[in-house]
Structures are given as C-alpha cells and as structure tokens.
C-alpha cells in the first residue's frame, strides 16, 4: 500500500476556483491535483538535474 502524500495546494482555494466556473468539486478531486502537483514537481526537478542545475526555474514546469 503507498503511504498518501501530504496536500500541497489550498482545498478550498481549489474548491472555489471551481466553483467559480460553475462546477462542483468531487471528493477526490483535490488529490487528484495534488497527484497531478507532484508529478510537476518531479519533471522540473528533473529537467533542472538534466540542465545541470539544483534551482528548479518556472520554465522547469513547461513540459512539451
């Protein structure tokens, strides 16, 4: 069983945004994210160790 990962982004902030384009938060949605955080996080520090660099930059997070 993996052990869950710590939220990294504010539910409720997420939660409104939603709610703001009119549409509901299901309850697993904020994990989701958080998943979908996490995997960001890994390609840029990637990206950043490939370039050879240890400061993560935003273009780190523009993967394509």
């Known amino acids: 069983m993996s052990k869950k990962k710590e939220i990294l982004i504010v539910g409720s902030k997420?939660?409104?945004?939603?709610?703001?384009?009119d549409?509901?938060?299901a309850g697993d949605a904020i994990e989701g994210l958080n998943e979908m955080v996490y995997w960001y996080i890994e390609q840029a520090t990637k990206r950043a160790k490939a370039n050879g660099r240890?400061?993560?930059?935003?273009h780190d997070f523009c993967i394509g």
Do not use: E, L
């Open 54 to 58: 240890k400061t993560v930059r935003a």
């Open 14 to 21: 997420v939660k409104a945004a939603i709610k703001g384009a």
């Open 23 to 25: 549409c509901n938060t």
